[in-house]
């Protein structure tokens, strides 16, 4: 089983991935490709994505059972043992000052809630 996932991509992509996968949602590929095929897919994938994201999952014969790809993604997958895992970018400095106070068009009463001050 093979899912590709585009985000943003040119819609001759999506009309070109059609010819071998269904598409269940929009953006979403669902089939059963060969592993040649496959590879053949993801690299056109990856040559006309343009401005966009794509993520390709598969089936393997791993202790995960499966193995994804990621093109122009900020979140990575890396190998940590042997499990395949994603790295997410640390969040930014004004993320997270925001998460530790609250935001100026809160309620009185929502402040409270949320830290607990009677």
Request: hydrophobic share 30%; with cysteine.
């Amino acid at each position: 089983m093979t899912v590709i996932v585009l985000t943003n991509c040119p819609a001759g992509l999506r009309g070109f991935l059609t010819r071998w996968l269904l598409e269940i949602s929009p953006g979403v590929f669902l089939g059963s490709p060969s592993t040649r095929v496959r590879h053949e897919l993801w690299a056109e994938v990856r040559e006309y994505t343009g401005q966009g994201r794509a993520l390709l999952a598969y089936q393997t014969n791993t202790e995960q059972g499966y193995a994804f790809e990621t093109h122009d993604h900020s979140w990575k997958p890396t190998d940590h043992d042997g499990l395949t895992l994603i790295h997410r970018p640390n969040a930014t400095a004004s993320t997270q000052s925001s998460a530790t106070s609250p935001r100026s068009g809160w309620s009185k009463a929502a402040k409270r809630r949320r830290y607990g001050r009677r």
